[in-house]
């Protein structure tokens, strides 16, 4: 069966609105590199051959049945194992489904002793066939094999217990804190319970808005970290030494308007477009998702007020989260520097789940699903 999202039919894959596939680049475009240089800047730009046709998208699955134990809520906290099952984050467990959707079973419960949790925040597969949990609120890793039996549990560092974002490195993790002091790091490696290395000074020029130091973060096998910030269309590349290799911005900015702490409102601080996930595959390419604000957004929301007599906006009860946001994907060629695949998606994507995979979510009346999408790169 077809549908249509936004104007655009979806049956068993689709191919993105009309473009020109891109053409060979000059050599003097691939020669930026990885400056190793700390204050090195690369201004990306659109490729000159920019294709947005070159994105295609298959449904592989979808997860959450109507009701009972399949029941999946929103997030953002997924992966696929070496059996093609997709283990979602809850919260407090994990949902496991095989490759069709079909729920199998749930993982974990609330709590604080082995196979309880109290907040996932990744899980990821090796390749070995196992799946690691990452709980920052009980400072542990987790280890389950394929018959989902719990085979290792490894402690975390206590600074994990306030990380924003975290990705796997070779031998342990690259993790994000809100640093909450001027001028503090917020990159830190982590192995087990011994923080290695920390880097990356804060933005923060006040106690109240450490949120300028938030990256959503991605690493590679050779052990490259990219931290994206989060309302700006810059990514930092850095080595697992604590070397900032280049800074990758954008010529054109996410938001006209600076971006401060919440509560947003409808005037002199609206909701922002946002950074939400970001990838590094093995062929040198970046992937950055995002979140982009619809036109006419604000006729969804109505003006709330908080403590303190601050005043900010609460969504209508009569409105969806994809009446506000859309996705966009891009894809930079860390060779040339240049963004050279553009796709705006129809629903709202919110990660990756492995190399091309994406999850969506949707908000359907009385229940919720999530779906994953092959993505290829034609002639990329």
């Known amino acids: ?38 204050r090195g800047r690369h201004l990306v730009r659109d490729d000159e051959s920019l294709c947005t046709t070159c994105a295609r998208l298959e449904e592989l699955a979808v997860l959450g049945d109507m009701a009972g134990d399949g029941f999946i809520q929103w997030s953002r906290v997924a992966t696929q194992d070496s059996l093609g099952r997709y283990w979602i984050g809850q919260g407090e467990s994990l949902k496991v489904y095989d490759s069709d959707g079909r729920f ?47 085979v290792e549990e490894q402690r975390l560092a206590g600074r994990a217990a306030s990380l924003f974002s975290v990705a796997a490195l070779d031998g342990g993790h690259v993790a994000n804190t809100a640093a909450d002091i001027t001028g503090s790091p917020f990159l830190h490696i982590v192995r087990g319970e011994e923080v290695v290395r920390s880097f990356g000074m804060s933005d923060a020029t006040g106690p109240y808005d450490a949120f300028r130091s938030l990256r959503v973060l991605s690493a590679r096998s050779d052990s490259v970290i990219a931290a994206a910030r989060r309302h700006n269309y810059a990514v930092e590349m850095w080595d697992s030494g604590g070397s900032r290799l280049v800074e990758l911005h954008h010529e054109e900015r996410l938001n006209e308007a600076e971006v401060r702490q919440v509560p947003y409102n409808l005037t002199d601080h609206p909701k922002p477009h946002e950074v939400i996930a970001v990838r590094l595959d093995d062929a040198d390419r970046l992937w950055v998702l995002f979140h982009m604000m619809r036109d006419g957004w604000e006729r969804h929301f109505e003006p709330q007020e908080f403590p303190g007599g601050q005043v900010g906006i609460r969504r209508r009860s009569n409105s969806t989260s994809y009446s506000i946001y859309e996705s966009r994907l891009d894809v930079i060629d860390l060779q040339s520097g240049t963004v050279v695949v553009r796709a705006l998606l129809p629903g709202l994507f919110e990660a990756f789940v492995g190399d091309g995979l994406l999850l969506e979510y949707r908000e359907l009346p009385n229940t919720e699903q999530l779906a994953v999408w092959r993505v290829t790169i034609d002639g990329k």
């Open 1 to 38: 069966m077809s549908r249509v999202v936004g104007g655009v039919l979806i049956c068993g894959m689709i191919l993105f609105a009309a473009g020109r596939p891109r053409e060979a680049e000059s050599q003097e475009s691939r020669n930026w590199g990885l400056s190793g240089d700390s």
């Open 104 to 150: 199998l079973r749930e993982v974990g419960r609330a709590g604080q002793g082995p196979e309880e949790f109290v907040r996932i925040v990744l899980v990821r597969a090796d390749s070995d066939g196992r799946v690691h949990v990452l709980d920052p609120r009980n400072t542990r890793e987790s280890v389950f094999d394929a018959n989902f039996a719990l």
